[in-house]
């Protein structure tokens, strides 16, 4: 249709001041070239270099009102700005809570439009608010050769099976870029089938710590740990672990060396919910440990009964195009209250815990404790940097 208007319209130049006979002929041409009806032709013509006065369309009313779209930025700010496909499952659970708390002075109607409301409208609404996310940081990992070939190694795509129980294991550096002199490590444990995540905050990376940080994330774990996944750190591989892991019947296995995507639940986790809360600060004195410590006792209630998240169910490569299917949105207290293999104990547990959470109350806690994390980081002296190594010398 739009050949056919831009024909007529450059035929319409010539139409309008040509004799008889041209215009016989254009007429002519133009029915030849656009198959219309020759009265059609004609009108077309004539109308070609007529200015039209051209309404605009009344557009649809909103269907979200501005307060409607108030509650939204705060239930994406109280769960930490997730996208819009794992905010949606969650506003039938988060806004009921806020409301109760006084979080959200919605009506009825108002809260009943915001809960069913589509994840491509809620990224819509959403997108003045969004924000660009910090650089990642580096590995602090250094192998350790010892027990290797005691333990078995295991992929991230061996953990179909997995049930509740079965956790990856890794350590996250806060050296703030100076990995001079000691400073402290964060422990991220993330159950494999759930997604259940506990941290713990220790001193540094010597596996005494590390172990005994570990002892404390199963003793708050809300279900028993049957076996842990780990990197090939000296952290994880020695005797202590290995020991324990024996004695207590937990499989005990590793990744590939060089291989960081065969722990890719919990490095996700690393990102999610160490790097994107506490930042790239540096972190090495007690009370910076301590601070740490209480930033994840509180995360650990908030992350897994609040934050939802995806599992990958689909994966497809044809060439160069990789076709991937997820989940819906779902929380870890809900995948493991959903799960078969739970008892009732832990699942009665699980429920009244997160009956007495407050969600705004508790994100306003957790952020008030980073801000207070970041003066603390912000204010001590600088760390003593290592000194640059004498590569003449050493040659």
Request: proline share 5%; glycine share 6%.
């Amino acid at each position: 249709m739009t050949q056919r208007q831009a024909v007529t319209k450059k035929k319409a130049l010539a139409y309008r001041g040509a004799a008889r006979p041209t215009k016989s002929r254009i007429l002519d041409e133009l029915v030849e070239l656009t198959g219309w009806n020759r009265d059609y032709a004609r009108a077309a013509l004539r109308a070609a270099l007529t200015l039209r006065i051209i309404k605009p369309r009344a557009g649809r009313a909103a269907t979200y009102g501005p307060r409607v779209t108030v509650a939204l930025v705060k239930c994406w700010a109280v769960l930490r700005a997730p996208s819009g496909k794992r905010l949606a499952p969650m506003l039938a659970v988060l806004v009921p809570l806020l409301r109760r708390d006084g979080e959200l002075e919605l009506t009825d109607p108002e809260a009943a439009l915001l809960i069913r409301m589509s994840a491509a409208t809620i990224d819509r609404r959403l997108a003045p608010e969004r924000f660009k996310m910090m650089s990642r940081g580096r590995s602090h990992t250094k192998p350790g050769t010892l027990l290797k070939s005691q333990i078995p190694i295991r992929t991230w795509a061996e953990w179909d099976d997995a049930v509740p129980g079965f956790v990856e294991i890794d350590l996250v550096g806060h050296e703030g870029g100076n990995a001079s002199g000691e400073y402290c490590f964060t422990l991220t444990v993330t159950d494999i089938a759930t997604g259940w995540t506990v941290n713990r905050s220790v001193r540094n990376k010597a596996e005494k710590w590390v172990f005994e940080a570990l002892q404390h994330v199963m003793g708050v774990f809300p279900f028993p740990i049957i076996g842990i996944d780990s990197d090939n750190g000296s952290e994880f591989i020695n005797h202590h672990l290995f020991d324990y892991c024996m004695a207590n019947k937990i499989t005990f296995t590793r990744s590939r060396a060089n291989h960081s995507n065969d722990g890719a639940h919990v490095e996700q986790k690393n990102w999610t919910h160490v790097r994107e809360l506490v930042g790239y600060l540096r972190y090495d004195t007690p009370t910076e440990l301590e601070k740490l410590n209480e930033i994840w006792e509180l995360d650990r209630v908030f992350t897994n009964y609040l934050l939802p998240q995806q599992k990958l169910v689909f994966k497809q490569r044809n060439g160069a195009k990789v076709t991937k299917r997820y989940d819906t949105a779902t929380t870890p207290h809900q995948r493991a209250v959903a799960r078969e293999e739970m008892r009732k104990r832990p699942i009665i547990q699980m429920n009244a815990q997160f009956q007495r959470i407050k969600p705004a109350a508790l994100s306003r806690k957790i952020l008030a404790l980073t801000g207070q994390l970041e003066t603390i980081a912000l204010a001590k002296k600088p760390a003593a940097v290592k000194p640059a190594v004498n590569q003449a010398f050493v040659r």
